[in-house]
C-alpha cells in the first residue's frame, strides 16, 4: 500500500522537463525521456536476465548518454553504467562506484521502507552530484562543475 502512496505522491511533486533548471536535465528530458521515438534506435548491451518494464526508456536514456553497456556489480571494466537492486547493495559500494565515474540505473527505489531509505541516503551523498528520480527507476551520477541537484521527473507512461 505505501508503494502505491508513493507513487501518487511522486506523481504530484514530479515535474516535466519545464520543472528543470539544469541544461544536462533539461536536455536529456526534452530529447530522450519525453520524446515519443527517437530517429536511431538505441543499442546497449544488459545483464542477463534483465527485462524491466522500462528497458526501452531506459536503452534511450544511456543511448543518449554514450553508455553501450549496462553492467551489474561487480562491474565490468568497460562498462560505464551499473543496473544495481538497492535490496542487495551496501551504500558504500555503491558511492565508491560513483566515485569511479559510474552511472548507477537504481531499478525500484520505491519499492520497500529499505530501499527507500538507502536511495535517500544515496541522493544526500556528496558523491552523487545529479540523481533523476522516474519512480520506477533512478539514475545518480556525477557530474563535473555541476552543483549538486535531485531532480524529480514525471515517469512517461506513454513510452513502456
Given at each position: 500500500m505505501r508503494y502505491y502512496w508513493d507513487l501518487i505522491k511522486h506523481f504530484f511533486v514530479s515535474n516535466s522537463r519545464h520543472g528543470t533548471h539544469s541544461p544536462f536535465v533539461y536536455g536529456l528530458a526534452s530529447n530522450v525521456i519525453y520524446q515519443n521515438s527517437l530517429a536511431q534506435p538505441a543499442k546497449v548491451n544488459w545483464p542477463r536476465d534483465y527485462n524491466p518494464s522500462y528497458r526501452q526508456l531506459l536503452s534511450d536514456i544511456l543511448a543518449y548518454l554514450n553508455v553501450d553497456r549496462l553492467s551489474e556489480l561487480p562491474p565490468e571494466n568497460t562498462a560505464k553504467a551499473l543496473w544495481v537492486d538497492l535490496q542487495a547493495l551496501d551504500t558504500v559500494e555503491l558511492l565508491s562506484a560513483v566515485r569511479d565515474g559510474k552511472i548507477l540505473?537504481?531499478?525500484?527505489?520505491?519499492?520497500?521502507?529499505?530501499?527507500k531509505k538507502k536511495w535517500e541516503e544515496l541522493i544526500k551523498a556528496e558523491e552523487v552530484t545529479v540523481s533523476i528520480n522516474l519512480f520506477h527507476f533512478g539514475l545518480l551520477l556525477y557530474r563535473e562543475g555541476q552543483r549538486k541537484e535531485n531532480f524529480v521527473l514525471r515517469y512517461p507512461f506513454w513510452r513502456r
Open positions: 540505473v537504481v531499478h525500484e527505489p520505491f519499492k520497500t521502507s529499505a530501499t
